[in-house]
Nanobody, 123 residues
């Protein structure tokens, strides 16, 4: 499975972005998917995950109420809608695929990673 993330950009605080992650290869609908981010000088951080069917989602506390993860298995794509962006959301965002069908908050459970898309939020 190859993952291609897109949709990053520069916005002002309070703005919105929609990240997309397109998957190629087989059996996308069998994978749990996740979004992680890494800010300069910081460790990689879990942001959100979604199970294989899209019925179960998880979020880091700082993203709850602002971010929404979704997937379209017919299009082999997972999305992260980010509203109410804050400067502390600035990071390189990665999508990842996991053989754990229900997704995971742990980066070690992910087998495939996209190249990252940069999100910059100014105050």
């Amino acid at each position: 499975v190859q993952l291609q993330a897109s949709g990053g950009g520069s916005v002002r605080a309070g703005g919105s972005l929609r990240l997309s992650c397109a998957a190629s290869g087989r059996a996308f609908s069998a994978y749990g998917m996740g979004w992680f981010r890494q800010a300069p000088g910081k460790e990689r951080e879990f942001v959100s995950s979604i199970n294989y069917s899209g019925g179960t989602t998880y979020y880091v506390d700082s993203a709850k109420g602002r971010f929404t993860i979704s997937r379209d298995n017919a299009k082999n794509t997972v999305y992260l809608q980010m509203n109410g962006l804050k400067p502390e959301d600035t990071a390189l965002y990665y999508c990842a695929g996991s053989s754990w069908k229900n997704g995971s908050t742990y980066y070690g459970h992910y087998d495939y990673w996209g190249q990252g898309t940069l999100v910059t939020v100014s105050s």
